[in-house]
């Protein structure tokens, strides 16, 4: 995927965060008018990650509501993965009607597709955006006695150090969370 894409999927969803994306784009005529009243079955909410991750108890929540609102069950269902691969591929070969809506994270939508390119899915082609359900800040933060008071002081020393200043991050390697994914963390950290 071009990196021009990346940017438009960063533009729709403004920063870090889970987002519900209907397989609606490889048929863009299917339309809700079709059916007298949306939904009239139960509804697949796709997490293509693990069960009781952020994103599967976000979907859990949002089910609830969707079900009470809408009178229809709309019924959690993990295919967790390859980082997420697995339930994206999943979500993009499901029938483009509405009625499997993928809730997913930022990093399989912007980040797995581009370090990828048999991710099998194409976020701009297969998926519609719909909404953004959350936003997650993500931080940085050091031990008051590291002689860095921010980021280009802490790259500069990263560089000064090579090897000598360790990380921790609670995301796996493939989110964009990790800091071997940015440029900031040079070689030889850990």
């Given at each position: ?23 609606l ?24 990650l ?95 006695t ?45």
């Amino acid at each position: 995927m071009a990196a021009r894409s990346l940017w438009t999927l960063l533009a729709w969803f403004g920063r870090p965060g889970l987002v519900l994306a209907g397989c609606l784009a490889s048929s863009a005529t299917t339309s809700f008018a079709q059916a007298p009243t949306y939904p009239d079955r139960p509804v697949r909410l796709l997490v293509p990650l693990a069960a009781a991750s952020a994103v599967d108890v976000v979907a859990r929540l949002v089910s609830e509501k969707m079900s009470d609102s809408l009178g229809q069950r709309f019924d959690v269902e993990n295919q967790p993965g390859a980082a997420g691969l697995l339930g994206m591929r999943a979500g993009a070969r499901a029938h483009p009607d509405g009625y499997t809506v993928v809730v997913a994270n930022d990093s399989v939508i912007t980040m797995l597709p581009n370090m990828k390119a048999d991710a099998g899915y194409d976020p701009l082609k297969d998926f519609l955006p719909v909404t953004q359900l959350v936003g997650i800040p993500l931080g940085l933060i050091a031990h008051p006695t590291l002689p860095a008071a921010n980021v280009n002081e802490l790259i500069t020393l990263a560089r000064q150090k090579p090897g000598g200043i360790n990380y921790a991050s609670g995301a796996s390697v493939a989110r964009s969370t990790s800091p071997r994914s940015c440029s900031c963390a040079p070689p030889g950290s850990r």
